[in-house]
T-cell receptor, first 114, second 118 residues
């Protein structure tokens, strides 16, 4: 158990809908990351937050948004969902924002868009 | 260009055999960090090891060992006496210090799927 908590674990929704994935980082970790893992794209970095501020952005679609709240939990919002958004979405956390910090992953949220 | 290359897409071994998973990385930095993660069939990503570029000592943890060679830009992972529970996808990753002011960016390889046959 990494200490990173993600909900929901599984989600099935229809195209065009909107979903929110939630993440609680490990106790004491200030930085949160979101990754998408699909069969054809591998592990894709989406976005990173540190203490509530956005720090780095990866291949995150405009239909997706995220935020980190004052209590350090984070949410990833996915809207206007398409079939291709079906994937395993990981949240990860690290103590700080310093390069080389180990990032610990949650168990992931399996999203299926039908 | 890929910063982390895991050329072995899939490997199958018979239980109790040793297996080495290759990882080759590319960076111009002198300070960087290398990682291995394990993703079992259940899906979670489990951290295995972190190594910084100044520490070339090989590491052993039980049946797992890691061979870091800067001369060949490789950070290979060996499982000794493999077991069925070792069946998973293994990812190698790189974090470069030069990006320290733009977040903690990780570059993941495409993973090696290991199947241990009983």
């Amino acid at each position: 158990d990494s200490g990173v908590t993600q909900t929901p674990k599984h989600l099935i929704t229809a195209t065009g809908q909107r979903v929110t994935l939630r993440c609680s980082p490990r106790s004491g970790d200030l930085s949160v990351y979101w990754y998408q893992q699909s069969l054809d794209q591998g592990l894709q970095f989406l976005i990173q937050y540190y203490n509530g501020e956005e720090r780095a952005k990866g291949n995150i679609l405009e239909r997706f948004s995220a935020q980190q709240f004052p209590d350090l939990h984070s949410e990833l919002n996915l809207s206007s969902l398409e079939l291709g958004d079906s994937a395993l979405y990981f949240c990860a956390s690290s103590v700080a924002d310093i390069s080389g910090n180990t990032i610990y992953f949650g168990e992931g949220s399996w999203l299926t868009v039908v | 260009a890929q910063k982390v290359t895991q050329a072995q897409t899939e490997i199958s071994v018979v239980e109790k055999e040793d297996v080495t998973l290759d990882c080759v990385y590319e960076t111009r930095d002198t300070t960087y960090y290398l990682f291995w993660y394990k993703q079992p069939p259940s899906g979670e990503l489990v951290f295995l090891i972190r190594r910084n570029s100044f520490d070339e000592q090989n590491e052993i943890s039980g049946r797992y060992s890691w061979n870091f060679q800067k001369s060949t830009s490789s950070f290979n992972f060996t499982i000794t006496a493999s077991q069925v529970v070792d069946s998973a996808v293994y990812f190698c990753a790189l974090s470069e210090a030069r990006y320290s002011n733009t977040g903690n960016q990780f570059y993941f390889g495409t993973g090696t799927s290991l199947t241990v046959i009983p």
